[in-house]
């Protein structure tokens, strides 16, 4: 079953911050985010696998709830390289992996 | 070393033709995939694949089928192209199913049907 992101697309000045949600109608495995740029292909940037997760590395963090249905991926202090499309994936039972219909970041100076 | 390498990069070929995508993964994955990307970005799994399992979306027109002559192969067979099937096809792949790990995907090969 597809996740529902959104927004679908969101534009931030640099320096500015942006949360990208993520939901399912029903509980969740894992949830994978991966960010494409334009002509290449997805680039994983992480996953969570359990209720009540967050996870970050740099300026980039996400969560997922404690019932396993949303998850909210957090952009802060926006740079010009996070432009790109934002996907989740999820995945449920033995289901493979399933994206949302992305979310169009685009970050200006 | 590339870890999942498709061939060819764009593709354009006549409707009514048969034509095929390679995909090559050397990262010693089980599972492979294929995803379509329409025009519109929408990622769309088209099927997954490990050595033991295939599981095909069920939208996806029987005109595709994936061919596999080993675990680190998984190819994209297309017949009797249509306007329609334009779009970027990604290859992907992951330890056993993609829950828990990170999926890897190709380049992506560029489809025109004309």
């Known amino acids: 079953q597809q996740p529902v992101q959104s927004p679908q697309a969101v534009i931030l000045r640099e320096g500015e911050d942006a949360v990208i949600n993520c939901s399912s109608s029903?509980?969740?495995?894992?949830v994978h985010w991966y960010r494409q740029k334009h002509g290449e292909a997805p680039v994983f940037l992480m996953i969570?696998?359990?209720?009540?997760e967050q996870k970050g590395h740099d300026k980039i963090s996400a969560s997922f709830n404690e019932k396993k249905q949303q998850s909210s991926l957090y952009l802060t202090a926006s740079q010009l390289s996070y432009s790109g499309t934002y996907f989740c994936?999820?995945?449920?039972?033995?289901?493979?992996?399933?994206f949302g219909k992305g979310t169009r970041l685009s970050v200006i100076a | 070393d590339t870890a999942v390498s498709q061939t060819p990069k764009y593709l354009v070929t006549q409707m009514g033709n048969d034509k095929s995508i390679k995909c090559e993964q050397n990262?010693?994955?089980?599972?492979m995939y294929w995803y379509k990307q329409d025009s519109k970005k929408f990622l769309k799994i088209m099927f997954s694949?490990?050595?033991?399992?295939?599981?095909i979306n069920e939208t996806v027109p029987n005109r595709f089928s994936p061919k596999s002559p080993d675990k680190a192969h998984l190819n994209l067979h297309i017949n009797s192209l249509e306007l329609g099937d334009s779009a970027v096809y990604f290859c992907?792949?992951?330890?056993?199913?993609?829950?828990?790990?990170?999926?890897?995907f190709g380049q992506g090969t560029r489809l025109t049907v004309v």
């Open positions: 992907a792949s992951s330890r056993q199913g993609a829950g828990n790990t990170e999926a890897f």
């Open positions: 029903k509980a969740l495995y894992s």
């Open positions: 969570l696998l359990k209720g009540g």
């Open positions: 994936g999820t995945q449920s039972g033995n289901t493979p992996l399933v």
């Open positions: 990262l010693g994955h089980d599972t």
């Open positions: 694949y490990n050595n033991k399992e295939l599981i």
